[in-house]
């Protein structure tokens, strides 16, 4: 069964930092392309970037040159370092391959308030 599990969300204030991790099981990591995606309240589910199994990324223009995705084969992790976070970054973070499956697991929440 494939799982995913998310993690290092919280509150940040305004131009504050968070790194997310994320933990994948059941599927072969090292062989497909994997991707962060958020979900804002209210909002549809939305990919904000993706990273090959070479190392590859790809990034949406609202998180360009402020996000940062990585991933490591060996140990089947994908992280999400962000910078720059603003009020409108505040949504649940989720990790799934690119396509996503259907199995999202919790998310990780991040709040970017005062």
């Known amino acids: 069964q494939v799982h995913f599990e998310a993690s290092g969300g919280g509150l940040v204030q305004p131009g504050g930092s968070l790194r997310l991790s994320c933990a994948a099981s059941?599927?072969?990591?090292?062989?497909?392309?994997m991707a962060w995606y958020r979900q804002a309240p209210g909002e549809e589910r939305e990919l904000l970037a993706r990273i090959t199994t070479g190392g590859h990324p790809f990034y949406v223009d609202a998180v360009k040159g402020r996000f940062t995705i990585s991933r490591d084969n060996a140990k089947s992790t994908i992280e999400l370092q962000m910078n720059s976070l603003q009020p409108d970054d505040t949504a649940v973070y989720y990790c799934n391959t690119c396509p996503s499956r259907d199995d999202w697991g919790q998310g990780t929440q991040v709040t970017v308030s005062l």
């Open positions: 059941g599927l072969l990591f090292s062989l497909g392309t």
